[in-house]
């Protein structure tokens, strides 16, 4: 019995429980008792909605799930930004499903409303991926609007990308099921086709309300801008449903007519489950964050068969680079090696720190993958880069940028699992949320920061210290202790893997089991895009 492993095991199936239990509260939109209004509607909620339209939900991949997490309390909260994305296949068809959820403040939209409709629209553009749009909304937040209306990644984004993607010839699809009002009412019209739901499905620029107020005149909602009157006199819309399912199986039927996409061509051979047991995970990864693991075990239970092919091996060890297959798809691996390891020059290496010799590694490596068209896979637990005078008379910053350089200019695509540390400029050559991945995701033990949180907390501890006693106050060992503990707490809630989700710097928190399904189902919607620029380094410092 290895009681190190069980330690491990038992941690860190904790926290997937801990995971489990999130994800179902989340789910839960604005509660039990607005899902029973809206039933009481004849409506289905978002979720319903996703899940019946997608052929199999439980292969679907769900982004953003955590948007908004622990955000805008003072306003009652947004679980999951108010707006459920999902990709999936719909009539056998890959595609990106965007749902309004509107027992979340009726649909209205937060900041992070609009940020995560961003997001799925770059995965949609990026992917070439067919976009369906389940719309149910009261349209923007008003006592927010400040923070959502008139700047460039806001609400008029999502417009201006409608009408980019209908000219990259991607199919956009919306069915409005519930309030489509003010602005809002533009993006089903600015899709290639609507559809709208008899009795509470509704589109107009302003409510009866308005205009009543606007210009006296008296006129109910539903004759104002109900199914019937956007079908059958103005043409907004181009098919009424009797109700959510019947628009929604319309909507498979449009789906299962779309023509096939041209391919990148990535390489694929039949899947092959790993030879060790995935679940072995849970008691090779550590509990502590700053402990010694071997990364090929990680690795090993996530390729298939178990089988790579490492690419320089003896060289720049702190990095490991390796050919492999996930799910039958051909990648190229680059990650962070997290035990000590002896370089040939008789030099300890610190794991988790990126050298000179593995920087220059990488940068090889992810050239190599460009020039044979293999997609990245990065398997971060990072700490950052070397440094002290050795380091530094080496050139580590010149290798260091020449690993980013690389990173930036890969054409292709790229997919980054946060496993455990993701600090400083680590996150940056490894390929973090700045670096353009198709799909960023952490595991429950990921945390993300500019450096680790007590090495911040000490510094942060020592000049909060000195600010009091500079006010006159005495600071003995107790109350530094209380500073420093203080400061520690909120540092770790701002590292953990949930506080990046809510802020949508990464997709997801994820099962380490789930992390073969995500990386399959990214490289299969990357493959729906052929890659259209050359691979340049450009100017590199040697």
């Known amino acids: 019995m290895d009681i190190e492993f069980n330690k491990n095991e038992d941690h860190n199936k904790l926290l997937v429980s801990e995971l489990k239990r999130r994800l179902k509260e989340v789910k839960l939109g604005g509660g039990e ?12 909620t978002a979720r319903e909605r996703v899940d019946y339209l997608l052929d199999n939900s439980q292969k679907a991949i769900e982004i953003g799930a955590f948007a908004g997490d622990g955000m805008y309390t003072e306003h009652g909260g947004c679980p999951s930004g108010g707006v459920v994305v999902k990709i999936g296949k719909i009539s056998g068809k890959q595609c990106i499903v965007v749902a309004n959820d509107a027992t979340v ?46 700047d460039k990644e806001h609400f ?14 991607i199919t956009q699809i919306s069915a409005v099921m519930g309030s489509c009002v003010a602005g809002g009412a533009y993006l089903p019209i600015m899709s290639d086709e609507a559809l709208i739901v008899d009795k509470t499905g509704s589109i107009f620029l302003a409510g009866s309300y308005l205009v009543k107020a606007a210009i006296g005149e008296s006129i109910d909602n539903e004759t104002l ?19 959510d399912k019947d628009a929604l199986d319309t909507i498979k039927g449009l789906i299962d007519k779309i023509g096939d996409n041209d391919k990148a061509g990535y390489n694929r051979k039949d899947p092959v489950k790993p030879e060790k047991d995935p679940q072995d995970i849970y008691g090779i990864l550590p509990k502590q964050r700053n402990e010694q693991y071997d990364m090929r075990e990680i690795i090993a239970r996530l390729v298939d068969n178990s089988e790579i092919q490492e690419y320089k091996e003896g060289y720049g060890q702190t990095i490991i680079t390796a050919y492999a297959r996930i799910d039958g798809w051909a990648v190229g691996i680059v990650a962070n090696q997290r035990k000590i390891v002896k370089s040939a020059k008789k030099e300890m290496q610190f794991g988790g720190v990126i050298y000179s010799d593995s920087a220059d590694k990488a940068t090889r490596f992810i050239a ?11 398997l971060q637990d990072v700490t950052g880069f070397m440094v002290g005078s050795k380091s530094e008379h080496g050139g580590i910053i010149k290798d260091g940028a020449k690993m980013v350089n690389a990173v930036s200019n890969s054409v292709v ?3 980054t699992v946060i496993i455990g540390n993701s600090y400083g400029a680590g996150n940056y050559a490894m390929c973090g949320k700045a670096y353009d991945p198709r799909l960023i995701f952490a595991w429950p033990s990921a945390e993300l920061a500019v450096m680790g949180g007590t090495q911040a907390a000490k510094v942060l501890a020592q000049i909060e210290t000195a600010a009091l006693e500079k006010k006159g106050e005495k600071v003995d060992a107790e109350k530094e202790k209380k500073v420093f503990d203080e400061i520690k707490a909120r540092y770790d809630r701002q590292t953990s893997a949930y506080y990046a989700a809510a802020h949508l710097w990464t997709d997801a ?12 189902t ?3 919607a990357a493959n729906n895009a052929p890659i259209e620029k050359d691979f340049n380094l450009g100017v590199i410092q040697t």
């Open 368 to 378: 190599n993958c460009n020039q044979k068209k293999i997609p990245l896979v990065f």
């Open 225 to 243: 801008g109900g199914a019937t009157t956007h079908s059958e006199i103005s043409g907004v819309t181009d098919y009424k449903s009797k109700d």
């Open 105 to 150: 403040k009726a649909g209205a939209w937060f900041p992070i409303t609009a940020k995560k409709n961003l997001r799925a629209q770059e995965i949609s553009i990026e992917n070439r991926l067919p976009i369906i749009y389940l719309v149910d909304s009261a349209g923007v937040y008003l006592p927010m609007q400040d923070e959502i209306f008139p």
């Open 413 to 415: 695509p790229k997919f």
């Open 156 to 169: 008029g984004r999502v417009f201006r990308n409608n009408a980019i993607m209908s000219s990259m010839g």
């Open 33 to 44: 008792k607005r899902i029973a209004k809206h039933h009481a509607k004849g409506k289905m």
């Open 509 to 520: 928190v994820i099962d380490p089991l789930e992390t073969r399904k995500w990386l399959s």
């Open 522 to 524: 990214g490289i299969e």
